[in-house]
T-cell receptor, first 111, second 120 residues
Framework: SQQGEEDPQALSIQEGENATMNCSYK?????LQWYRQNSGRGLVHLIL?????REKHSGRLRVTLDTSKKSSSLLITASRAADTASYFC???????????FGKGTHLIIQP | DTGVSQDPRHKITKRGQNVTFRCDPI?????LYWYRQTLGQGPEFLTY????????KSRLLSDRFSAERPKGSFSTLEIQRTEQGDSAMYLC??????????????????FGPGTRLTVT
């Protein structure tokens, strides 16, 4: 079963704009990760945020985590055509070693 | 290329046949995971190994599925008596044991390109 739910399911923006996608999950976690998947490069890890962290940055990516609301957001700033992909949040479901993924947000960057 | 590799990339089989997929993880990684992904969904965890020991199995892994990692290096996933519902992308991932279990859970996983299975 899917632990996380990403919102929105699909997002289309103009190149240069910022893209925000959200993830909600159900059980307590140790950490939350975001992955990107496109046909060219498969599934790639983007960023990991631990349960005791509230915000983390990596290049044009900013991730927030609110454990009281069981939610996370991923912000991509100054989007590029190459950011077109599906984005998934993944959690450990409270102690398992296999990751539990959401259904993903499909992001399209219009040139 | 030193990433995770999977073979074959595509497999078409008839219902009832057996299929076997192979995964070669990144060489210094001792954890190996199998996931299944259907169209429009995120990957679903199937099973994982630490070295040669299979430590966790999902309830998705019915008795028709078996996975092995005999020498703690490559792994195989076999599906017996395939059904049309088995059609999916089968993903393999590996990770090093970087984080102590109590200190933050599983770390990032490195995924292979997947094996796309079509059961006709």
């Amino acid at each position: 079963s899917q632990q996380g739910e990403e919102d929105p399911q699909a997002l289309s923006i103009q190149e240069g704009e910022n893209a925000t996608m959200n993830c909600s999950y159900k059980t307590s976690i140790n950490n939350l990760q975001w992955y990107r998947q496109n046909s060219g490069r498969g599934l790639v890890h983007l960023i990991l945020i631990r349960s005791n962290e509230r915000e983390k940055h990596s290049g044009r990516l900013r991730v927030t985590l609110d454990t009281s609301k069981k939610s996370s957001s991923l912000l991509i700033t100054a989007s590029r055509a190459a950011d077109t992909a599906s984005y998934f949040c993944a959690t450990d479901g409270g102690g398992a070693d296999g990751l539990t993924f959401g259904k993903g947000t499909h992001l399209i960057i219009q040139p | 290329d030193t990433g995770v590799s999977q073979d074959p990339r595509h497999k078409i089989t008839k219902r009832g046949q057996n299929v076997t997929f192979r995964c070669d993880p990144i060489s210094e990684h001792n954890r190996l995971y199998w996931y299944r992904q259907t169209l429009g969904q995120g990957p679903e965890f199937l099973t994982y190994f630490q070295n040669e020991a299979q430590l966790e199995k999902s309830r998705l892994l019915s008795d028709r599925f078996s996975a092995e990692r005999p020498k703690g290096s490559f792994s195989t996933l076999e599906i017996q008596r395939t059904e049309q519902g088995d059609s999916a992308m089968y993903l393999c991932a590996s990770s090093p044991v970087k984080l102590p279990r109590l200190a933050g859970g599983p770390g990032e996983q490195y995924f292979g390109p997947g094996t796309r299975l079509t059961v006709t």
